[in-house]
């Protein structure tokens, strides 16, 4: 794997854009490009190809094979964040969740927790069902 940081100077006014990777101009091969650091971590340059250049690569790259989040942990943390009573609440002060068919209010609460989840969590005042 090649960890070697490579010399980038960008030059950007409002209109137009030069980027030298090397010292070598290489905006007429581009289309755009995405910089971006975190602290303590070397920059890191996206470049897009522009349409007029072929895809044809020859080089060393640093591959990343992406895997996609596992949903678990945070699922798990945003219903643990969940207060059963006022879910509950919630629920039963929302008509428009209730059919009348069976699991009715499991069917009611799953429907608002996908809401909530979605940011649809509005706090507001809902009178308790039970004195």
């Not at 905006?27 to 910089?35: E, F, K, V």
């Amino acid at each position: 794997m090649d960890d070697q940081l490579r010399q980038v100077r960008i030059t950007a006014d409002q209109a137009t854009s030069t980027v030298a990777l090397d010292g070598r101009d290489i905006s007429s091969h581009i289309s755009g490009y995405s910089l971006r650091q975190h602290s303590m971590q070397p920059a890191e340059l996206v470049l897009l190809l522009s349409p007029k250049t072929t895809d044809e690569f020859e080089g060393l790259a640093r591959v990343v094979v992406g895997d996609p989040p596992d949903p678990g942990p945070a699922a798990a943390a945003f219903l643990g964040a969940i207060d059963a009573g006022e879910l509950e609440r919630h629920v039963l002060a929302r008509h428009d969740l209730m059919d009348g068919g069976p699991n009715e209010l499991t069917r009611a609460m799953l429907r608002l927790l996908q809401e909530w989840a979605s940011g649809g969590w509005q706090p507001q005042e809902v009178a308790d069902a039970v004195p």
